[in-house]
C-alpha cells in the first residue's frame, strides 16, 4: 500500500484518475489552441492543420463519396468538414493530453512533476515541442503541404511560427488546466482541514491567479477570433432556393417539353415595376458571392511585388510587373459569374462591371503561339489551376481583370488579377493569378481532379426572387412575381412563368440586360387567389433553345431543373 508519510499530500493518482485529469486539461487547452490557430490563419494568413487536412481529404475523396456528400449538405460541404476535423483535432489534443499524464513518469531523466502533482511549466514547453515537431515533421507532409508547409503558398517560416504559437499556447494552457484539477482535488480531500496543506492550496492559488491575470491576454485574443471565425461563417451562408423535386411536377414539365423554339423569341424589354424583393442588376463588391477552395484563409498578394508571367508554347515569354499590365490598354464588361455548385434556385452568382486586358492581347505580347498548343493554364498564388482551351482564350471577351465595379480587385475576388471567362462556370475564373502557360496537353485543374467538368459550360437557369419560397400573401390583391434569368454568353429571349405547377405559361418582361453576358431581370403582374400556388419558371435563350426541365445536382456538370416555390395567398 502506497500510505505517503505525509497525509497531506496525495500519492500518484491512479492511472485512470490521471488521465481523465490529462485528457480534460489537453481538451480544454486544445480548444483554446485551436482557437489561436484560427485566429493566427486569419490575421496572418498561415495555414491551419484542419486546412491542411481538409484540403487534402477534398483532393483525394472518391468522386461518388464526394458527389453524394455534396448532394447532402451542398456548397457548404467545405465548412461542415471544416467544422468535423476541428473537433477531431480538439479529441486528439485530448487524447494526447491524457497520455501524456499517463506516462510522463515513466521517464526517468527529468522532473516532470512536483510532490503535489503538479506538472511543470518545463513539462508543458516539452509537449509544445513534441507537437510541434510531430504536425511539421509528420502531419504536414501526409496532408501533402510538405515538411512545416513546404508545399504551401503560405511558406515555411509563417507555418513554423504559427505552429509554435499554437503548441506553446497548448502546452501552458495544459498545464494551468492539469494543476488546477490537482489543487481541487487536493482541496477536496483537506475536509479536515489541515492547516498546512491549507496554506499551500492558498499560495498556489495566487499564484495561479497572477498568471491567469498573464494568460488573459492571449484568451482575448482568442475570443476575437471566434467572433471573427463567427462572423466568416455567417458572411457566406447563402440559403439555396428549392428545386422541382416533386415528381407530378416533373412528369407535367417533361411531357410538354420542347427543347427548341424556332425562329426564336423575339425579346420583349420594358421597364419593370418591381422594387421590393428583386435581386438588383448590378452586384456591390460587399455582396458579390465568393468560392475558393481555401478553407479559412485566401492569399493575400502584394501588388507591389507581384509579376505575372506568361510562357510556356510561345516564342517571346515574358514576366510584367503590376503597373506595367495596368498600362496595358483596358476595356470595361459587364458579366455575371456563376458557380457549378449552384444548385437550382441559389446564390452563387453575381453581376459586375469588369476592367481589364484581353487575354489574347497578353498572348500576343508574348510572341506567336507555337504549333500543337491546345490550352492555356492558369496558375494562382494559393496553388489553384485551372486551363481553358486555346480558342476560348482567345476570344475577345476572355480577359485579365484589374477592376471590379470601378475599383481595383478586392482581395477575395483575386487582387491583383483574375480571369474572366464568359461561357463558363465560376470555376475557371482563376483568382490571384501568377502565371499563365500555353500548354500542348490536356492539362486537368483543381476542380476537375475532383471529377468535375473540365469544358464547363453554364447551363441555361432561372430564378424566382419574389415572392418568398413558403411566402404568405394577400389573397385578390395585385403582386408581382419576379426575379432572374440567365444564359451565360448566350442572352436570354424570353422568360415563362407558370402559377398552376407547369399547366399555363405566362410570358415575363424583361429589362433589357447590360450586356450580352449578363442575367435579365424579369416580372409578371399577378393577382393571387385565395389557396395555396406553386409558382415554376423557364428561360430561353437567343438561340431558341428552353431550359432544361430535367432534374440534375450540381456535381459534374453543373445543376439543371426549374426552379419552383409554393406560396399561400389568404
Ligand atoms: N485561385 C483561385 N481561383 C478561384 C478559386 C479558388 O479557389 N482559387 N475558386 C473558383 C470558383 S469555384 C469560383 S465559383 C470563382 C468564384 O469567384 P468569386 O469568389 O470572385 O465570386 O472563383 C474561382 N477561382
Ligand atoms: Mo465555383
Not at 481583370?401 to 481595383?408: F, I, K, P, Q, S
Request: proline letters at 6%; hydrophobic letters at 40%; one cysteine or more.
Amino acid at each position: 500500500m502506497g500510505t505517503p508519510s505525509t497525509p497531506s499530500l496525495s500519492p500518484l493518482p491512479s492511472g485512470g484518475e490521471r488521465f481523465k485529469r490529462g485528457a480534460l486539461a489537453g481538451l480544454l487547452a486544445g480548444i483554446l489552441a485551436s482557437l489561436i490557430m484560427l485566429l493566427l490563419s486569419l490575421t496572418i494568413g498561415s495555414t491551419s492543420l484542419p486546412e491542411a487536412l481538409g484540403s487534402s481529404i477534398a483532393q483525394t475523396l472518391p468522386l461518388p463519396i464526394f458527389s453524394y456528400l455534396h448532394d447532402l449538405l451542398g456548397v457548404d460541404a467545405k465548412r461542415y468538414l471544416f467544422a468535423i476535423i476541428l473537433i477531431g483535432q480538439c479529441l486528439v489534443f485530448a487524447l494526447f493530453g491524457g497520455l501524456c499524464n499517463l506516462f510522463v513518469d515513466r521517464l526517468k531523466f527529468g522532473q516532470w512533476r512536483d510532490e503535489q502533482g503538479d506538472l511543470s511549466y518545463s513539462t508543458g514547453l516539452t509537449l509544445s515541442g513534441i507537437l510541434w515537431l510531430f504536425s511539421g515533421l509528420i502531419f504536414l507532409p501526409l496532408t501533402g503541404s510538405g515538411v512545416f508547409g513546404s508545399q504551401l503558398p503560405t511558406g515555411v517560416s509563417s507555418t513554423m511560427a504559427s505552429l509554435a504559437l499554437t503548441g506553446i499556447a497548448f502546452g501552458l494552457i495544459f498545464i494551468l488546466i492539469h494543476n488546477w484539477l490537482v489543487w481541487r482535488s487536493l482541496r477536496l480531500n483537506n475536509a479536515a482541514g489541515d492547516s498546512e496543506t491549507a496554506a499551500m492550496l492558498a499560495e498556489k492559488q495566487a499564484q495561479r491567479r497572477s498568471l491567469i491575470r498573464n494568460g488573459l491576454v492571449v484568451l482575448g485574443l482568442g475570443t476575437f477570433g471566434v467572433a471573427a471565425w463567427r462572423f466568416i461563417v455567417s458572411s457566406s451562408g447563402l440559403g439555396s432556393g428549392s428545386s422541382a423535386a416533386d415528381p407530378q411536377l416533373q412528369g407535367t414539365l417533361i411531357q410538354n417539353y420542347q427543347a427548341k423554339i424556332s425562329p426564336p423569341p423575339v425579346p420583349e424589354y420594358g421597364t419593370l415595376s418591381t422594387v421590393k424583393g428583386l435581386t438588383p442588376e448590378v452586384t456591390a463588391n460587399t455582396n458579390f458571392y465568393t468560392v475558393s477552395k481555401n478553407f479559412v484563409s485566401d492569399p493575400t498578394v502584394n501588388g507591389q511585388t507581384w509579376k505575372l508571367t506568361v510562357d510556356g508554347q510561345i516564342t517571346q515569354p515574358f514576366t510584367m510587373t503590376y503597373n506595367e499590365i495596368a498600362a496595358m490598354p483596358m476595356h470595361s464588361q459587364t458579366e455575371t459569374m456563376m458557380c457549378i455548385s449552384n444548385e437550382v434556385g441559389g446564390n452563387y452568382m453575381s453581376n459586375a462591371k469588369w476592367d481589364g486586358i484581353a487575354l489574347k492581347d497578353l498572348l500576343q505580347r508574348a510572341g506567336s503561339i507555337k504549333p500543337g498548343a491546345t490550352k492555356v493554364v492558369l496558375y494562382a498564388a494559393d496553388g489553384y489551376s485551372d486551363s481553358i482551351h486555346l480558342s476560348k482564350a482567345l476570344e475577345p471577351t476572355t480577359m485579365v481583370a484589374l477592376r471590379m465595379n470601378g475599383v481595383t480587385l478586392p482581395n477575395n475576388h483575386g487582387y491583383p488579377a483574375r480571369l474572366l471567362v464568359p461561357g463558363i462556370y465560376g470555376m475557371k475564373h482563376v483568382k490571384w493569378i501568377e502565371r499563365i502557360e500555353v500548354v500542348n496537353t490536356d492539362y486537368q485543374g483543381y476542380w476537375q481532379q475532383n471529377g468535375w467538368s473540365d469544358p464547363a459550360p453554364i447551363k441555361m437557369t432561372s430564378r424566382i426572387d419574389t415572392p418568398a419560397n413558403g411566402a404568405q400573401i394577400s389573397a385578390n390583391q395585385p403582386t408581382y412575381i419576379a426575379g432572374i434569368a440567365f444564359a451565360s454568353n448566350k442572352g436570354i429571349s424570353q422568360v415563362d412563368v407558370s402559377m398552376d405547377s407547369g399547366q399555363h405559361w405566362q410570358k415575363a418582361l424583361l429589362k433589357k440586360p447590360l450586356s450580352d453576358l449578363t442575367w435579365v431581370l424579369w416580372e409578371v403582374p399577378w393577382q393571387p387567389k385565395a389557396g395555396s400556388h406553386q409558382i415554376v419558371v423557364r428561360a430561353i435563350d437567343l438561340q431558341g433553345n428552353v431550359q432544361s426541365p430535367l432534374s440534375a445536382a450540381p456535381l459534374p456538370n453543373g445543376s439543371s431543373g426549374y426552379h419552383t416555390i409554393k406560396v399561400t395567398a389568404n
